[in-house]
T-cell receptor, first 116, second 114 residues
Framework: DQQVKQNSPSLSVQEGRISILNCDYT??????FLWYKKYPAEGPTFLIS?????DKNEDGRFTVFLNKSAKHLSLHIVPSQPGDSAVYFC???????????????FGQGTILTVHP | DSGVTQTPKHLITATGQRVTLRCSPR?????VYWYQQSLDQGLQFLIQ???????AKGNILERFSAQQFPDLHSELNLSSLELGDSALYFC?????????????FGQGTRLTVV
């Protein structure tokens, strides 16, 4: 049961253009959403997050949009740079009780390639 | 450098064997999380320990177990290994039991079962 899905395995973008990475989720109990970036041979590193009570959060070149009614979030990178080439994971967190308490649920990841 | 150290970086072993993966959390972090990333899969949460005790359990097989020691380092034990256990295993740490969103990840251990 894949509660968080990234349906695009890969995305290729020209330097300077916008990169849009998408993520869908099925669990309406998720309270918090995060994006991680992962370079080869390294662990995921936190990029940006958004609370379920907001619909947008911006940090420099990175903006995350949340559409709760569609259970969809997206990460926009503007302008894209070659150094942004990495695997991007979206993740969701539910702070409800039970054994899933505090458990991050990750999508499969999208490989972003930014061409010079 | 995230401050989370995982050893070994690479491990190759035969089916049926048992291995131990080690994780040293960031200084001051009390929670340790283990994740598995298989081919074409996102990171799957396995288990969380907080201050030496199991805190949350995810999709962890019965053949797998973990523990957190008094010095807060953690070990993930994988036994009766199967080909499908080949994956990247990540450890992450965070300050408290509920600060998973603030977790920092280690570089991972790549396990290959042959």
């Amino acid at each position: 049961d894949q509660q968080v899905k990234q349906n695009s395995p890969s995305l290729s973008v020209q330097e300077g253009r916008i990169s849009i990475l998408n993520c869908d989720y099925t669990n309406s109990m998720f309270d918090y959403f995060l994006w991680y970036k992962k370079y080869p041979a390294e662990g995921p590193t936190f990029l940006i997050s958004i609370s379920s009570i907001k619909d947008k959060n911006e940090d420099g070149r990175f903006t995350v949009f949340l559409n709760k009614s569609a259970k969809h979030l997206s990460l926009h990178i503007v302008p894209s740079q070659p150094g942004d080439s990495a695997v991007y994971f979206c993740a969701a967190l539910s702070l409800a009780g039970g054994t899933s308490y505090g458990k991050l649920t990750f999508g499969q990841g999208t490989i972003l390639t930014v061409h010079p | 450098d995230s401050g989370v150290t995982q050893t070994p970086k690479h491990l190759i072993t035969a089916t049926g064997q048992r291995v131990t993966l080690r994780c040293s959390p960031r200084s001051g972090d009390l929670s340790v999380y283990w994740y598995q990333q298989s081919l074409d899969q996102g990171l799957q949460f396995l288990i969380q320990y907080y201050n030496g005790e199991e805190r949350a359990k995810g999709n962890i097989l019965e053949r797998f177990s973990a523990q957190q020691f008094p010095d807060l380092h953690s070990e993930l034990n994988l036994s009766s290994l199967e080909l499908g256990d080949s994956a990247l295993y990540f450890c992450a740490s965070s300050p408290t039991a509920t600060s998973e969103a603030e977790a920092f990840f280690g570089q991972g251990t790549r396990l290959t079962v042959v």
